[in-house]
Each structure stands twice: as structure tokens, then as C-alpha cells.
């Protein structure tokens, strides 16, 4: 049998144990597997493109455990009703293939995008940082804001998004947990005084949501909107501009704002800073971006996370999956209608 983390458990883990809380400890396991990156099968996504949106499969393994995610992005979806962002996934044991861990990957998906975020910040942004601008306010934001709290202490955030009603909406999650919001008429108002910019918008297209001339000397750009081919929030002249933190180049060519850039634009991964290959931010003038697509092997730490936070509860069901004889070789039993009764 699979272990099965389904919408009700994984919203009644969360609410167990803090956003926040969680976003401490996912970071541990994205840092344990980031600092072993060479021990992982790596390879881009693959990624179904139409009109509408794109569907994708992120798989990765190391010795051990293989996982993989099935997720989509569809811009266009919330104004009928659905999200841009859904996604599952699971892990499976490498020694006999078999699925061990299955688990909704929607909130996941949100919990692992922010800390992984998170994660960049803290160690390229420059230190103190206290104010964030939010350009997007949409299902990821709330998740953003919680991770930069609890990994580096930010309450004071700058927040724009063309829909007026998302502001209010993540207004009315946000500020009771003690942040410190102020609404932005524009991106330009939202980055003034800022020291990070995450940037979370939704469109399947080469926007520019942050021009050069918007940001001055020092700050951290957060790039989280911008993860597939055709879709992009910044200025290639601010890319010029900046330093910039990637997950896996193969993919983040593709997909990241980089697509904008020579195929030889020069990037730093980020598992190279952590284990101290590659320095991170050089001055505290240097702009730096995390140019965040999302990569497999942070699916494979958030599936972990929440496995060993809910292995041995209630929180864990179990899904019949694997169709499994007792003589291995005998598949035909389970359904053969001509057995001996009794
Ligand atoms: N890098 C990653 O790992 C990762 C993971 C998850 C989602 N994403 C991406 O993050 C983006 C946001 O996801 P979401 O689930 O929050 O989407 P969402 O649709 O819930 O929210 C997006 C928000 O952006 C706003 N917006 C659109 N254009 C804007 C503009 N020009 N200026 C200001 N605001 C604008 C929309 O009004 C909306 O409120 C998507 O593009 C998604 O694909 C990336």
C-alpha cells in the first residue's frame, strides 16, 4: 500500500503545524538535497505547450528515492474559476520501483516554491534586509511573504498587482498575522525603499514587469513568475545589470528569464553557493536575481518534508496502487474469473 496525503491532509498538516514552521524545516531538507545536487539524475522538464497553458512532468532520483510532479500553469484559468497553478506528485523506492509516497502537490507546490525562495535570499540578499515588494498577488504571494519571515525576518512588504482585489484579498490573510502592508498604485511605487522584489505574476507572455530604471543598486529581485518558454517579468538590460542564481541551467535556459539572454549568459547555480564551490553576492551595490523556474529536486525535499512530518498519524491514508500477486509472476490471478471457489 502507498502512503496518500490528500487537499484535507496536507491543509490539516499545515494548519498543525505553521506555515512558518514548515517553511524552517522544508529549508533544512532543500539545503540537506541542494548540497548533493551531484547525486541526483537531472534533466529539464517535460513540458506540454498550448495556447492555454502548459502541463508538466518534473522527475529526479538519487540511490534511494526516485519522485516526480505533474503540474500545470494556466494563466487564464482563475478568471474562469480555476487555478493557474495545480500539481501531485510522488515518491517511489529505487531498489523495487514501487510507489511509497503519493501526496496532493498544489499547497506543496506553493510551501517549496517560497522556501526555496526563501532559501536564495538568505544567503545572496544583502544582510538586514527588512522590506520586500510584491509585484503579483496571487496564490504563491501569501506563501512568499510567510517563507521571508520566518527565514530572514521581513514584516514590511510593498505590494501591486493589476487586480486591486487581490491586494485586498492577501490584505485580509496577511495582516492579521502581524505583517506590515502597504498598497502600491504601481510596480515603481512598490519597489521605493524596498531591499527585495519578488516578482509573482501570472501572463503567458515576454512582459516586462520591472524595467532597469526601477531598481536601484543592491536589492535582491526574487524572480518566481517568469518559468516557461514565451513568459518572462524583467528587463534583459537588468539581467545584464545583476548577478544571477539559477537551479539547473539546462532548464532555466528555457524557461527562465534568462531565455531572454545569449545561450552563454553567464549564471552561478545556486547548490555551488551553498556548498561554498561559487560566491554568492560579491558587494552590497551588486544587484542579485533568483531566477526561479522550479526544479525537480526541490519537489523530491518538499515530498520528503511532508512524508516525515506526517508519517505514523492520521494525517497519512493509504491508496491501493501497486497490483500486487503472491506469486509475482501470476498478474492473471487478481482476475481470473475461472479460480475454484472457496
Ligand atoms: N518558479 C516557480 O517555482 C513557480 C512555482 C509556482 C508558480 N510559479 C509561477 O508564479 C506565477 C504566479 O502564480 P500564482 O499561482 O500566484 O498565479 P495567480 O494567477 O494566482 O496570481 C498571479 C497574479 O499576478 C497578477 N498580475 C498579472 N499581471 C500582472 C502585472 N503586469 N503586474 C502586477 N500583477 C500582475 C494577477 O492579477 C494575479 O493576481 C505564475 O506565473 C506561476 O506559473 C512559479
Known amino acids: 500500500m502507498t502512503e496518500f496525503v490528500d487537499v484535507k491532509n496536507m491543509t490539516r498538516w499545515?494548519?498543525?503545524?505553521?506555515?512558518?514552521?514548515?517553511?524552517?524545516?522544508?529549508?533544512?531538507?532543500?539545503?540537506?538535497?541542494?548540497?548533493?545536487?551531484?547525486?541526483f539524475d537531472k534533466v529539464a522538464r517535460v513540458a506540454s505547450h498550448t495556447p492555454f497553458g502548459v502541463i508538466e512532468l518534473m522527475p529526479t532520483s538519487d540511490t534511494k528515492e526516485y519522485a516526480f510532479k505533474y503540474v500545470n500553469g494556466h494563466p487564464f484559468n482563475p478568471a474562469r474559476g480555476f487555478q493557474t497553478v495545480t500539481a501531485f506528485g510522488m515518491l517511489a523506492d529505487v531498489d523495487n520501483g514501487?510507489?511509497?509516497?503519493?501526496?496532493?502537490?498544489?499547497?506543496?507546490?506553493?510551501?517549496?516554491?517560497?522556501?526555496?525562495?526563501?532559501?536564495?535570499?538568505?544567503?545572496?540578499?544583502?544582510?538586514?534586509?527588512?522590506?520586500?515588494?510584491?509585484?503579483?498577488?496571487?496564490?504563491?504571494?501569501?506563501?512568499?511573504?510567510?517563507?521571508?519571515?520566518?527565514?530572514?525576518?521581513?514584516?514590511?512588504?510593498?505590494?501591486?498587482?493589476v487586480d486591486?482585489?487581490?491586494?485586498?484579498?492577501?490584505?485580509?490573510?496577511?495582516?492579521?498575522?502581524?505583517?506590515?502592508?502597504?498598497?502600491?498604485?504601481?510596480?515603481?511605487?512598490?519597489?521605493?525603499?524596498?531591499?527585495?522584489?519578488?516578482?509573482?505574476?501570472?501572463?503567458?507572455?515576454?512582459?516586462?514587469?520591472?524595467?532597469?530604471?526601477?531598481?536601484?543598486?543592491g536589492v535582491h529581485i526574487n524572480a518566481v513568475g517568469g518559468d516557461c518558454p514565451g513568459k518572462t517579468e524583467l528587463d534583459p538590460e537588468l539581467l545584464r545589470r545583476a548577478k544571477v542564481f539559477v537551479e539547473f541551467p539546462e532548464q532555466t535556459r528555457v524557461e527562465g528569464e534568462?531565455?531572454?539572454?545569449?545561450?552563454?549568459?553567464?549564471?552561478?547555480e545556486f547548490w555551488k553557493v551553498l556548498t561554498g564551490a561559487e560566491e554568492g553576492r560579491t558587494s552590497a551595490e551588486q544587484i542579485t536575481i533568483f531566477d526561479s523556474v522550479g526544479f525537480a529536486i526541490a519537489d523530491f525535499s518538499a515530498l520528503r518534508c511532508a512524508r516525515d512530518a506526517t508519517a505514523g498519524t492520521d494525517l497519512q491514508t493509504y491508496i491501493d496502487l501497486v497490483a500486487d500477486p503472491e506469486d509475482p509472476k501470476d498478474l492473471f490471478s487478481l482476475v481470473n474469473t475461472l479460480k475454484p471457489v472457496g
Open 14 to 39: 499545515i494548519q498543525r503545524d505553521g506555515v512558518e514552521p514548515i517553511m524552517a524545516s522544508m529549508v533544512e531538507y532543500l539545503e540537506a538535497d541542494f548540497a548533493r545536487w551531484e547525486a
Open 98 to 161: 514501487y510507489p511509497t509516497f503519493l501526496a496532493e502537490m498544489t499547497l506543496l507546490t506553493a510551501l517549496r516554491t517560497a522556501a526555496t525562495s526563501a532559501m536564495v535570499a538568505r544567503r545572496v540578499a544583502r544582510p538586514g534586509a527588512q522590506v520586500m515588494a510584491m509585484i503579483g498577488a496571487g496564490s504563491q504571494a501569501e506563501f512568499q511573504a510567510l517563507a521571508f519571515r520566518a527565514l530572514m525576518g521581513i514584516d514590511q512588504l510593498r505590494v501591486y498587482d
Open 164 to 217: 486591486p482585489a487581490a491586494v485586498e484579498k492577501l490584505r485580509r490573510n496577511l495582516q492579521p498575522l502581524g505583517f506590515d502592508i502597504q498598497e502600491a498604485g504601481s510596480t515603481s511605487e512598490s519597489v521605493v525603499g524596498a531591499d527585495i522584489v519578488t516578482t509573482c505574476t501570472a501572463d503567458k507572455a515576454r512582459a516586462t514587469i520591472l524595467s532597469s530604471e526601477q531598481v536601484p543598486a
Open 258 to 268: 534568462i531565455q531572454q539572454m545569449a545561450p552563454d549568459f553567464p549564471v552561478t
